[in-house]
């Protein structure tokens, strides 16, 4: 039996219920609230949580919609991208990204990413341009913003649309600008496990362009013009009054949520120097949140069964580049190799704002004692 096998306390991956539990209060007024005033849709909440949204990433305009990954799909509508089109789209990324682009009709193609942060840069984003192409979709990956000048750049100088992916980077800066603050639209998800999670499933689209803003709205609300005329073919994808609720309460603790990720961050990048275990890089300029602590190493299947085995859970992100998945298998799969090494060597250790810090030691210990 090694020694981790006899650890006596186990260490959770996430723990959304002691998040929740000194929110809980406010959270059950919230929803007594709303179903006393039958607030929900369109609730004055969703109002209040899309401005406050769009003051905090910078932006002059926030539509709540359903989920991030119609948030997706509905800023490719709202720049009429499809048929015939191409996206520039990382490799290393979850599925929604590359499908909302194969919903829009459009193509994505796939990008490699660099290997100390895996995520895209400038130079290979601009490798993929073809004169198809009308978007490249950046994906602020595991919490961290990718060099957001260098790519704002690569797509002015190619005349396409920068769209920003930040479902895993809420409040996280670069250049002390924040997610969703550089691109044509953002969109983010508050899936409940993100760094700002509803109670449900939720999303919204920030822009500082008002025409996307009004016609991702339109969109998400059937296609209505007004009440009695839909101009567009739409869609139902709407922020419910509850999860707009929940947001706003849990926005006030966003900031404290993040800093503590930091804090845990920095524990594990100490406890981890001058060992196999790979760190994720910083960009310079880039100030993540830490939505995901991904670490690299051999053996990786090994470790994590020996982790699991002594109450420590793991997860792993992701088990396969997107251009891999059998749902692309039509498209170009050329090899794209950091990526493809990624894949079989990256697993996500306990990462969360509940995590103790003597939690945090033991994952890092018990790493340690199995390398």
Known sequence: MSTISRQLKPVAFLDLAALHQPLRERLDAAWRQTVDESAFIGAASVTQFEQRWADYCGTAHCVGVANGTDALELVLAALDIGVGDEVIVPANTFVATAEAVVTAGATPVFVDVDPSTLLVTPELVAEAVTPATKAAMIVHLYGQIPDMRGLAGVADEAGIHLIEDAAQAHGATFDHRPAGSFGIAATFSFYPGKNLG???DAGAVVTNDEEVAERVRTLANHGRGHHLLHTYRGRNSRLDGIQAAALCIKLDHLDDWNSHRRTVHQLYLERFA???????????????????????????????????????QTGI???????????FAELDRRPLPVAERAAGRQMSIPMHPTLKIDEAHMVASALMELL
């Open 317 to 327: 992100h992701y088990a396969l580049p997107c251009h891999k998945h059998p749902a």
């Open 274 to 312: 001058d060992s196999p275990i790979e760190v994720l890089q910083t960009i310079p300029g880039s100030l993540p949140v830490h939505h995901l602590e991904v670490i690299r190493l051999d053996d990786r299947d090994r470790v994590r069964d020996e982790l699991e085995r002594s109450g420590i």
């Open 198 to 200: 509803a109670l449900g």
